[in-house]
């Protein structure tokens, strides 16, 4: 093997997440020249904020640091161009009450964080140069001093006196006690008076945070406050929810009673509010559901079962919003009787893997509740839909999925130990065992014959060997069979007859194997990768043959394996730029024409033109015309999305998609790309 090019990048500009300011619009508004946002919708939405002047408009916030926009109560969402952060998620949103233009978002889970500020409706944003570098978890404006907004945050209480431009901290920095702020609010007549939650308790101040006492009589020791509510037609009524349940004071926090009533009251409640047309109804949103209390707290009614992030309340009709964890945006317009989602447009998922059966498409998102969520879609994933308690799947957790291609029935998945069958589209399923066989010579033995001679004989050894873990599955259509790959870290086993008996490919592949790449021809030529080297096959894998790469293959993000019978070259996407081979692997080139050497998330062939191939490198979509030689960036972006994998189903040819980290899968329409 040798290496004919190779050009190094710096470490700093692999880590480099480029932003831009263009807006991508939601799925619910069509469109034919750029890629559309197709979901699965919903996920968790961790904050969300009404309009207090204009009721139609509503912002929501989730973790990735992805921030949506509804104008039209919610019943559609667009994604704004929220500055991405990684690891960022929204813990707070404030809709300037005097301007509808001006948002105020806190981040926390990155060391970006901090307070970012929009005064165009969302399209623009500014990092707040007082408020940034550390977390900023609440957000309060005051009810009759406009323009007053408070924070709290890891570094204490800071106050605006003018919306937001500027900031000053008023609490105590050498009071170690705040300055984990976890929960703010400002008395509606009074805004000198204002409280503040803490991971140990709560405090107040009635000069404008000159001075701070803290106000804890009643309240159960070292509670963490995750939230606290002003009765805005009787201050002197204040609600706090906290990790040991929910208080009530009569005397604006002086003393705390705790209200009983919710089962295991135990609970982390991190929201309570007041109905506003019906002063004596209390909701509280904890990690397992809404209750609801018509009688001041006496009594409790659970409304649903989900961990409720955030809550807010329309101040025109009263209808009441609730970001849910897994459970996305949901809405009650009659006192949470009935509660309906709404996420059409907002997606807030990474998916595990995704595969097509058929031309029926499927993904599945590992970690969503209590079991894997399995999604379908059966028109060219426009739009899915999620397959409700599939059985045999409860509290099972799959991380690869992959379907027949001849079949839109028959799909094999497996978690990290087990492997498991559907026979009707992921409705049901059932384990199977997966225990591979290997041969090996064994040492030469001398036997005795009939006629009493002695002659030395070969033996194989046949071996019986269970993965320990399954990092994926592949099932590539041979003919009239299918065969299947499973990847494991005890190597890579083979099955031709629909998963009954599996076979590790050779005694010397017995390694760590992380996935098998087939050409979109489905023409028997692979690419096996694992953990110390690529191997190449030209025949559904009964043989391979050894090709050294020239970096690591933990720097390798995915690979893309031309028809058999073309010219184009295998393309290796990895941290360092994208890698080719015209010769099985024997030698590499690193592609440098049109296509920058920088990290190359994911790179496939056309099913439909084998000289055709996709990269995508930092959200910027790459086309080659000419097998991977020659490169050039696509007119339409995603730049502020990150873009794990690009996907083409050789059963839907015109359409190209692309799975995120966070917002799901998009998809663009491949003549446009042509």
């Not at 995508?616 to 015309?625: D, N, T």
Request: aromatic share 10%; proline share 5%; charged share 20%.
């Amino acid at each position: 093997m040798r290496l004919e090019s190779l050009t190094l990048i710096s470490a700093s500009l692999v880590s480099l997440i480029l932003f831009s300011t263009v807006a991508v619009q939601g799925a619910s508004i069509p469109r034919t020249d750029d890629w559309q946002i197709a979901g699965p919708y919903g996920g968790s939405a961790t904050a969300v904020a009404v309009d207090s002047q204009n009721p139609k408009i509503l912002l929501a916030g989730a973790r990735q640091s992805l921030l949506y926009k509804s104008d039209d109560y919610g019943n559609s969402w667009t994604l704004l161009p929220f500055p991405k952060r990684a690891f960022g998620q929204v813990d707070a949103i404030l809709i300037d009450p005097r301007d509808s233009q001006h948002y105020l978002v806190a981040l926390s889970g990155t060391s970006d964080a901090g307070l970012f500020v929009s005064s165009d409706s969302g399209h623009t944003w500014t990092a707040s140069k007082t408020l940034s570098g550390f977390t900023v978890r609440s957000l309060a404006a005051s009810a009759s001093e406009p323009g007053r907004f408070v924070a709290g945050t890891t570094q204490g209480v800071y106050l605006s006196a003018d919306a937001g431009n500027t900031w000053s901290r008023i609490s105590d920095p050498m009071n170690l006690e705040m300055l984990g702020i976890t929960a703010v609010a400002i008395d509606p007549q009074n805004p000198q008076i204002i409280y503040a939650g803490t991971t140990h308790l709560p405090w107040k101040t009635t000069d404008g945070g000159k001075t701070w006492e803290s106000i804890h009589a009643g309240m159960i020791n070292d509670s963490d406050v995750f939230s606290i509510f002003i009765d805005p037609k009787s201050p002197d009524r204040v609600f706090a929810s906290a990790c040991s349940g929910i208080y009530r004071s009569a005397n604006r926090g002086d003393v705390w009673q705790k209200i009983l009533g919710i089962p295991n009251t135990s609970r982390r409640t991190h929201v309570i509010r007041l109905d506003p047309t019906a002063p004596g109804t209390i909701y509280a949103g904890t990690t397992m559901g809404l209750f609801r209390s018509n009688d001041a707290g006496g009594t409790w009614r659970q409304l649903n079962e989900q961990q409720v992030n955030s809550l807010t309340f329309s101040p025109a009709k009263a209808d009441m919003y609730l970001a849910l964890e897994e459970g996305g945006l949901w809405k009650s317009d009659d006192q949470g009787k009935t509660l309906a989602p709404l996420n059409n447009g907002f997606v807030a998922r990474r998916l595990t893997a995704v595969t097509a059966a058929g031309k029926r498409l499927f993904a599945i998102q590992a970690l969503d509740g209590e079991s894997t969520g399995l999604f379908t879609s059966d028109n060219a994933g426009e739009t899915w839909q999620r397959i409700s308690d599939p059985v045999g799947l409860a509290g099972v957790h799959l991380e690869s999925i992959t379907g027949i291609p001849g079949s839109d029935q028959v799909l094999f998945a497996a978690t990290q130990r087990q492997l498991f069958k559907s026979a009707d589209a992921g409705r049901s399923w059932k384990p199977m065992l997966l225990s591979g066989t290997y041969k090996e010579k064994g040492k030469p033995i001398r036997v005795r014959t009939a006629k009493g001679r002695y002659i030395t004989r070969e033996r194989t050894i046949e071996h019986t060997l269970r993965p320990s873990a399954i990092n994926s599955l592949t099932a590539i259509a041979s003919g009239t069979h299918t065969v299947l790959f499973a990847a494991s870290d005890r190597g890579l086993l083979r099955s031709t007859d629909g998963g009954s008996k599996w076979t590790f490919v050779t005694a010397g592949l017995l390694t760590p194997f992380r996935k098998v790449f087939a050409s979109p021809a489905n023409d028997g030529r692979l690419v096996a990768l694992s953990k110390l080297n690529l191997y190449f096959s030209n025949d559904f894998g009964e043989t391979w043959k050894a090709a050294q790469f020239p970096l690591e293959t933990s720097q390798i993000n995915g690979i893309a394996v031309p028809p058999a019978n073309s010219s184009s070259r295998v393309l290796v996407a990895t941290f360092r730029g994208l890698y080719s081979s015209k010769d099985d692997g024997q030698t590499w080139f690193v592609v440098n024409s049109g296509l920058p050497i920088s990290t190359v998330e994911s790179a496939i062939y056309s099913s439909i033109e084998p000289s055709v191939a996709y990269a995508v490198e930092f959200g910027q979509l790459y086309q080659s015309k000419d097998g991977g030689v020659q490169w050039s960036a696509e007119p339409s972006t995603f730049r502020a999305l990150q873009i794990r994998q690009l996907w083409q189903p050789a059963q839907l040819p015109d359409r190209l998609f692309a799975v995120t980290n966070d917002i799901g899968i998009l998809f663009r329409n491949q003549a446009y790309i042509r």
